[in-house]
């Protein structure tokens, strides 16, 4: 086998190796961004496997030349009848990845102690102003020493002061203490740490008394901390647009969970309100309404010109239910037509149909719909089939085009088989296809990814909406957000059927557009959104690790490779990338030998699991990371709930059942026949593994970006 290095003009694939945006994003980040231009595309290395020479064509000239079909565990096209017959269609793991919820943090004021109930006040009588008296409760020395603390605390604000106030040994009486407490200094928190029980200043006081007056702050607190259902507090005046707007967004981070605020204007003047939820205990459920939640259906879903995530925020706000309702077994490609299996929890088979009409006026079509017992699991899939069209095929040498159409026919069919021939024998570069990157994108997803892995999410919510050259709608929106800062009017400009945009600009409207806002607005987004974005970034380093690997050390097996043991392993479901394979380092003798073929190595994908290779390789994805500033990442992202354990993946990909057909067509010009002149259309059949793209394959055996 022969590595050809060729650079090849940016386009289909212009994502694989473009160079990393600098860790710095600065606020004026719109300007450098949109700077992208066609003309400047950068060339992009690409590593073939193969020497044939290929030939031009071009794919997606309409919709129905890409067509993607999933494969079920058990072989079986989707999109047949015998696809429902398999028994156990669905997986029993629970599904941890596509949580769309953030279960964010109750913020109680009235304590920080688990004995003290979130909803004291609501169903249980208060306590008597008299039950409020520190002297009583603490004893007339201990309440002597927390007014002392308190001037302190007033004079001299020293950082991290705390007064412990004794032990309690009843969880009542601590409950007694801690609202006692804060009914009477409203500016303290109490935090038991059992069965001690001990004061300090609250930091959410700190920084409200900041925004308004002292006063106002002091009855704001003691109004949370009373916990009467649907009472509201009112804030005075303010004719301040922009004091309002913080104020607003203070609340609405630390107490969103607890209250709703809203400005209105009384007699000329304008003041914030706020209104505690109409919450309370969790009204027991009725066995009907708990056997709801567990209703699970399957069908398949056939989109065209859509994204996977795209389709299920649809249909999920159709049917009233949470994006994260929805299970599948993989992301499919957009500018395509696309069949693949679903699980919906919470809907039942006689609703989905009910929808299907609606569903339809927005490409989407369901079908095959049954009830199943369990939701469906990434990954829980063979591969897929893809019927792909080229249209308009050409050789790559000039010259050819000056033959007769029948020498040019000839020429095309010899090349078309040679480069078929090739790929079915030795397979291709298994890399990430354009996909993953958000193919034709500004920023491309991997960016974003990055940004996130360095916990910087302002600079990722800043890139996430930098928008594409030209002045559609979404653009004119995300562009109107850079500029201005302001997400309500950025929201309102948003078009509906960009569903992750919302979410975000939602999340920034009621949060804000700094640090904290941003990490809100990330935590809007389903984890499976979430998640792509880190993954992009990783994808990208295997790309490059691919190609560096095979340019730098050929085509054989080295010592220090990390080799994949698939012993027993046959199946077409067993070939794809994994975190749970036996990964073996190739010794000195195994290499000299000649042990292993090129098609066991594997690469890992960034993570905190995963082994590197002992070679070359393992000091190259070392200096890789520490170029983009993630020499000490953990890859994991706290606060925003993404762990990303990394996987290792073949470092060659094998086509299936590949097929072809050439046929003459008309030639096209303009969305016009051309009246005597006909050109090669190719058809290919193919069955690739889970994760392995099509695109990629097509590379392989064209030599170019189709």
């Known amino acids: 086998m022969t ?13 694989l190796f473009l160079p990393l945006l ?11 961004l949109i700077m992208k231009q066609v003309s400047e595309a950068v060339n992009v290395p690409a590593c073939f496997i193969s020497n044939h020479e290929g030939f031009l064509g071009s794919i997606k000239n309409f919709i129905e030349d890409f067509v993607v079909t999933e494969i079920d565990i058990y072989g079986q096209h989707v999109n047949t009848a015998a696809a429902t017959q398999t028994p156990g269609c669905a997986s029993s793991v629970g599904n941890d990845r596509t949580n769309a919820e953030y279960k964010e943090d109750s913020h109680s004021s009235a304590s920080q102690d688990a004995d003290v109930p979130l909803d004291w006040g609501v169903h249980d009588p208060l306590p008597s102003l ?21 001037l302190t605390l007033r004079d001299k604000n020293p950082p991290e002061l705390e007064l412990s106030l004794g032990s309690f040994a009843d969880k009542h009486q601590r409950a007694s203490v801690h609202r006692a407490v804060r009914h009477r200094f409203p500016f303290l928190m109490t935090v038991t740490i ?70 209105f204007n009384d007699q000329g003047r304008t003041s914030i309100s706020v209104r505690l939820r109409e919450r309370g205990r969790p009204k027991k459920r009725t066995a009907e309404e708990r056997k709801d939640d567990e209703v699970y259906t399957a069908f398949t879903l056939c989109k065209e010109n859509l994204e996977t995530l795209e389709a299920i925020s649809y249909m999920a706000a159709a049917l009233g239910v949470l994006p994260s309702d929805f299970t599948y077994a993989g992301i499919k490609d957009k500018r395509a037509i696309t069949y693949q299996s679903m ?11 009910e929808k299907n009409a609606e569903f339809q006026n927005r490409g989407i079509r369901v ?82 990814g990055l940004a996130l892995l360095k916990e910087d999410m302002v600079s990722a919510v800043r890139l996430f909406f930098t928008p594409e050259e030209g002045d559609d709608p979404q653009s004119h929106a995300k562009r109107h957000f850079l500029q201005t800062d302001n997400a309500k009017e950025s929201l309102a ?8 945009e919302r979410l975000m600009l939602r999340a920034l409207n009621r949060y804000g557009t700094g640090p904290d806002g941003c990490d809100q607005a990330w935590l809007s987004l389903p984890h499976s959104m979430r998640i792509f974005y880190p993954h992009a970034y990783c994808s990208r380093v295997w790309n490059e690790a691919a190609a560096h690997r095979l340019t730098t050390m050929g085509h054989i097996v080295r010592r220090g490779d990390l080799v994949w043991l698939r012993q027993g392993q046959n199946k077409m479901e067993d070939a794809r990338e994994t975190s749970m394979a036996q990964i073996h380092v190739v010794t000195d003798k195994e290499e ?62 094998v086509p299936h059942n590949l097929r072809y057909q050439l046929q003459r067509a008309a030639s096209r010009e303009g969305g016009r026949t051309m009246a005597g002149s006909e050109s090669l259309t190719l058809t290919l059949n193919v069955d690739l593994d889970s994760s392995c793209y099509a695109t990629i394959c097509l590379r392989e055996i064209m030599k170019c970006d189709p």
Not at 398 to 404: E, R
């Open 3 to 15: 590595c050809v290095f060729s650079y090849i003009e940016a386009g289909f694939d212009n994502v």
């Open 194 to 263: 059992q069965p001690e029980i001990r004061v300090r200043e609250d930091p959410d006081y700190r920084e409200l008394s900041q925004l308004v007056k002292e006063d106002e702050a002091e009855d704001f607190f003691r109004f949370i901390d009373a916990k009467v259902r649907g009472s509201s507090y009112t804030f005075g005046p303010d004719d301040n647009k922009e004091h309002r707007t913080a104020v607003h967004h203070f609340l609405n981070r630390r107490f969103g969970k607890l209250v709703e605020t809203k400005s």
């Open 592 to 653: 000299q030998d000649g042990i292993y073929k090129l098609e066991q190595v594997v690469l890992p994908m960034p993570g905190n699991t995963v082994k590197y290779p002992e070679n070359a390789m393992g000091t190259w994805y070392r200096e890789r990371l520490v170029r983009d500033g993630l020499e000490d990442c953990r890859f994991r992202v706290s606060s925003l709930k993404l762990n990303l354990p990394g996987c290792y993946r073949p470092l060659l990909a």
């Open 343 to 353: 699980v919906v929890k919470k809907v039942s088979p006689q609703r989905l149909k």
């Open 22 to 32: 600098p860790s710095g994003v600065s606020k004026n980040i719109l300007d450098i």
């Open 493 to 500: 400009l948003m078009p509906l059927s960009k569903p992750r």
């Open 367 to 448: 079908f095959q719909v049954r009830s199943v017992s369990e939701p469906l699991r990434l990954g829980r899939l063979q591969g897929n089939h893809f019927d792909l069209v080229v249209r308009d095929l050409r050789p790559h040498g000039a010259g050819d085009t000056h033959s007769s159409g029948g020498d040019v026919h000839t020429r095309l069919a010899a090349l078309v088989k040679e480069a078929v021939e090739n790929v079915k024998a030795r397979g291709f570069v298994n890399y990430y296809g354009p996909q993953r990157f958000g193919s034709g994108q500004s920023v491309q997803s991997d960016r974003v």
């Open 130 to 150: 008299g039950s409020l008296d520190l002297g009583v409760i603490l004893g007339q020395s201990v309440s002597e020493e927390l007014e002392q603390f308190v």
